[in-house]
């Protein structure tokens, strides 16, 4: 849950970016979207890839942006 709202937040991380959305409290269902809004992706820059520190910094502006 998000200390920023009542909804779920979805997390994606991967190697050069990380995705983070806000999820419905609806149950999922064919034909219906499972996020609130647009997932909202950071990509790490490459000068930083592979570093700890990069990965945090990516993911604090992403749930930043998705209060």
């Known amino acids: ?4 709202s009542n909804e779920r937040v979805a ?3 991967g190697t050069r970016e ?3 959305g ?3 409290r609806a149950p ?6 499972a996020f609130v809004a647009d997932p ?4 790490i820059p490459d000068e930083q890839f592979g570093s700890e520190t990069a990965m945090l910094d ?3 502006a ?3 942006a998705t209060r």
């Open 62 to 64: 992403a749930l930043a």
């Open 58 to 60: 990516a993911l604090q």
């Open 11 to 13: 997390v994606g991380v």
């Open 28 to 33: 999922w269902r064919p034909g219906r979207r």
């Open 40 to 43: 909202l992706s950071i990509v």
């Open 18 to 20: 990380i995705v983070a």
């Open 1 to 4: 849950m998000s200390p920023w």
């Open 22 to 24: 806000i999820r419905s």
